[in-house]
């Protein structure tokens, strides 16, 4: 695949119903991780992620944004529902229309997520504002739900993580770091911590 120019085969592909296998291997691919993770339930799992579709362009399949189709995968076959929370009503617009044409279930919140992230989930997804912005922003996200019984990931931990590495360190909360998407991912396992 070319990422020299524009390239909606992808897309066009998930929305046919056409054999959307994605073939690009690196460190910027996260499916595997992404995966690894899904492995780690049994049932339905309800995701709350932070930030859209950004393009529907294949260059943005690698280390930017469509996890929701990975997400939609696990859902489709085993139950529960995607909310996702965009301040761009062109990338809600994105992951509404690759949903409603794989068939998954998603709620799209308009607005800042920190308004609408809330217990309930499984697994939430932080991967909203790249610095300066978004290493509070990640931090603030986090801290209304590090009591919950759920499993956190956040992309691009070098522009988004960094406030909230440190927090983690100073809680003695254990974490994982994975050098994979454009700059880094954590892992933060609170199901078992949390079990109360």
């Given at each position: 695949?070319?990422?020299?120019?524009?390239?909606?085969?992808?897309?066009?592909?998930?929305?046919?119903?056409?054999?959307?296998?994605?073939?690009?291997?690196?460190p910027?691919?996260?499916?595997?991780?992404?995966?690894?993770?899904?492995?780690?339930?049994?049932?339905?799992?309800?995701?709350?992620?932070?930030?859209?579709?950004?393009?529907?362009?294949?260059?943005?399949?690698?280390?930017?944004?469509?996890?929701?189709?990975?997400?939609?995968?696990?859902?489709?076959?085993?139950?529960?529902?995607?909310?996702?929370a965009?301040?761009?009503?062109?990338?809600?617009?994105?992951?509404?229309?690759?949903?409603?044409n794989?068939g998954?279930?998603?709620?799209?919140?308009?607005?800042?997520?920190?308004?609408?992230?809330?217990?309930g989930?499984?697994?939430?997804?932080?991967?909203?504002?790249?610095?300066?912005?978004?290493?509070?922003?990640?931090?603030?996200?986090?801290?209304?739900?590090?009591?919950?019984?759920?499993?956190?990931?956040?992309?691009?931990?070098?522009?988004?993580?960094?406030?909230?590495?440190?927090?983690?360190?100073?809680?003695?909360?254990?974490?994982?770091?994975?050098?994979?998407?454009?700059?880094?991912?954590?892992?933060?396992?609170?199901?078992?911590?949390?079990?109360?």
């Open positions: 695949m070319s990422f020299d120019k524009q390239d909606f085969s992808y897309a066009v592909a998930l929305m046919s119903g056409q054999d959307h296998t994605f073939t690009v291997n690196g910027d691919v996260r499916d595997g991780l992404f995966k690894d993770i899904l492995s780690t339930f049994d049932g339905p799992i309800n995701v709350f992620q932070v930030g859209a579709i950004e393009s529907l362009d294949g260059k943005f399949r690698v280390g930017s944004g469509w996890s929701d189709i990975i997400f939609g995968e696990y859902i489709l076959e085993n139950g529960g529902h995607i909310t996702v965009d301040i761009n009503l062109d990338h809600l617009a994105h992951s509404f229309l690759i949903a409603s794989q998954y279930p998603i709620k799209i919140k308009y607005g800042d997520a920190i308004g609408h992230i809330q217990e989930y499984d697994i939430y997804y932080l991967d909203g504002a790249d610095e300066p912005l978004g290493h509070q922003q990640t931090l603030e996200q986090f801290q209304k739900i590090e009591h919950t019984k759920s499993l956190v990931i956040v992309d691009d931990v070098k522009t988004k993580a960094l406030f909230l590495k440190d927090y983690l360190e100073e809680k003695g909360v254990d974490f994982e770091l994975h050098d994979t998407g454009n700059d880094g991912m954590m892992v933060i396992d609170m199901r078992e911590k949390n079990e109360n």
